[in-house]
T-cell receptor, first 116, second 117 residues
Framework: GAVVSQHPSWVICKSGTSVKIECRSL??????MFWYRQFPKQSLMLMAT?????????EQGVEKDKFLINHASLTLSTLTVTSAHPEDSSFYIC????????????FGNGTRLTVT | AQSVSQHNHHVILSEAASLELGCNYS??????LFWYVQYPGQHLQLLLK??????LVKGIKGFEAEFIKSKFSFNLRKPSVQWSDTAEYFC???????????????FGTGTKLQVIP
């Protein structure tokens, strides 16, 4: 089956620093990747849609200058949380799809970010 | 905009009990519907999906869901749960007519199922 690897699985950083999270599709080409954020006891909230070779599309309320997304190849998308603050602490999840109408989403294991 | 509501946040069942998890969505047009499952320590994975055709959808591990258009519902069912079904279940909806494209799904808040041996 399709595998999506997300790295790191957890990270602790100091306030003001930047953190990069990688999302890789290991055995398929992902034309589209999605980045979600999940708060405790809440649903996955879509942050942005990332298409290979083009700029990411951000959801309303998501700061694109704070959450930098790069989808440089068909197997890799990165999310960089710039100048992280404690309120950015959350669980970040990526998903990848081949992009066809009936293509399912394949999820990474998520990254737990804690900003101190 | 589309939204999804799951009525039960935490369900506790004994093994062999029947399961039904509620899911309602709000969107007036054509929708694709999904149930995803997240087992402890694992990533989200697709349980079943509805795109068109027979509104009763069979998924993996004996799960099924029924799309009732008039009720805007897509409830998940299993006749007899097992301890290994302990997981969190997410209902999701995608509206192809939305500008976000086919794969932009909206998730419900999830239902944690705990099955007691």
């Amino acid at each position: 089956g399709a595998v999506v690897s997300q790295h790191p699985s957890w990270v602790i950083c100091k306030s003001g620093t930047s953190v990069k999270i990688e999302c890789r599709s290991l055995d398929f080409q992902a034309t589209t990747m999605f980045w979600y954020r999940q708060f405790p006891k809440q649903s996955l909230m879509l942050m942005a849609t990332s298409n290979e070779g083009s700029k990411a599309t951000y959801e309303q309320g998501v700061e694109k200058d704070k959450f930098l997304i790069n989808h440089a190849s068909l197997t890799l998308s990165t999310l960089t949380v710039t100048s992280a603050h404690p309120e950015d602490s959350s669980f970040y999840i990526c998903s990848a799809t081949r992009g066809r109408r009936d293509s399912p989403l394949h999820f990474g294991n998520g990254t737990r970010l804690t900003v101190t | 905009a589309q939204s999804v509501s799951q009525h039960n946040h935490h369900v506790i069942l004994s093994e062999a009990a029947s399961l039904e998890l509620g899911c309602n969505y709000s969107y007036g047009g054509t929708v694709n519907l999904f149930w995803y499952v997240q087992y402890p320590g694992q990533h989200l994975q697709l349980l079943l999906k509805y795109f068109s055709g027979d509104p009763l959808v069979k998924g993996i591990k004996g799960f099924e869901a029924e799309f009732i258009k008039s009720k805007f519902s897509f409830n998940l069912r299993k006749p007899s749960v097992q301890w290994s079904d302990t997981a969190e279940y997410f209902c999701a909806v995608n509206a192809p007519g939305n500008s976000g494209g086919y794969q932009k799904v909206t998730f419900g808040t999830g239902t944690k199922l705990q099955v007691i041996p």
